[in-house]
């Protein structure tokens, strides 16, 4: 018998998720923002903290909204739309004194963290618009592990309570922090399957660092339901991959924990006595045909070896290019809109993370709890 596949095609709406959605009960309405796929009522990383610096606004986009950052006389991370409401100039392009953004334009002065308007200089005596009554469009912002995240939110959930950014989980007081970033040519559902695809391993990645074409083996892991996500359960890294068998130098049993959780991370831990490396990897949102892969990543081992914390930096470096060279690749075959398919087992987690979208909506849109498309504890196998 063949193996189970599920065909699907590419376009900026989805259509994986559109398939997905058209085989549950739920039906979308045509207006709704997430025909395009990207999902409202998240943090996303939207720069990286040390990028914005004193008195100087940075620009970035996510999930098509362009923004404005920047830092009060506090230090408090700030994000608005960078659009001013009256004519639409970009708010970048204007001045910044430490509290509030002055448009260059027409001079109209909105406060950072609120964006409320502070002055319309035209105005006479005689107006009676209310300044204070008139806002620049402003959204959640908190500094996180080098990060400035930036919360999106639903639009038919505006009520809803906006919870703390996310945190990479660390295990000591002391540690290294590194970051590494790469921007994809695709939409974030292409990123997101690529980055819990288990198989493609021995053939995007093959160097004698990681692991080589010819050590392709049967694997088999046991996947469990987790809030929004899944998770791979406790387990000895595989054996062939050179770069965990470094923690085995301090002589303690070496085992990795990976999770997937909505709408776009992927956390791994790494432990070996009291030795941890744990790192978080998001696939951001840009725009409906642009992402990028954000890596954050901490550990406590070997903080002592000279350069390196340079020598991890270079081959991450190396890893997340050759994931992005494959992407760019690939981009090139789905401008022409193919069929594709998934199969089990290797591509199970790529149809959980739809499914795992698919419900999350549908509770959102009814208001009942979210029913886990995860049963209980699942064996998949597969060669990598």
Known sequence: ??????????????????????????????????????????????????????????????????????????????????????????????????????CPYHGWVFEGKTGQCQAIPSLTARDKLKVDRVFATSFPCEEQDGYFWVHIPDPEQRNEKVPAAPRLPTFSDSYRLEHLEAELPCHVDHGIIGLMDPAHGPFVHQAWWWRKRSSIHEKEKIFEP??????????????????????GVYGEPVTTTIQFVLPNMRFEEIHCGKYWFSSRTTVTPITASKCRIDVCAAWNAFRHVPFFTSILRFFGNLFVEQDRQTMVKQAEGLKYNPPLMLIDDADRPAKWYFALKAAYLKSKQTGQPMEHPIEGPTALRWRS
């Open 1 to 102: 018998m063949p193996p189970h596949t599920e065909p699907f095609t590419r376009n900026s709406r989805s259509a994986i998720l559109a398939k997905v959605m058209n085989e549950s009960s739920t039906a979308i309405p045509e207006n709704n923002s997430i025909n395009d796929g990207l999902m409202r009522g998240f943090w996303y990383p939207a720069a990286r903290s040390n990028r914005v610096r004193g008195r100087e606004l940075r620009t970035a986009l996510l999930l098509g909204i362009p923004l404005v950052l920047g830092r009060n006389a506090k230090g408090e991370g700030f994000a608005l739309r960078d659009a001013c409401p009256h004519r639409g100039m970009p708010l970048s392009e204007g001045r910044f004194d430490g509290h509030a953004v002055e």
């Open 226 to 247: 987790i809030p929004n996500g899944f998770r791979i359960k406790s387990h000895s890294p595989s054996a062939n991959s050179a770069a965990y068998k470094l923690l």
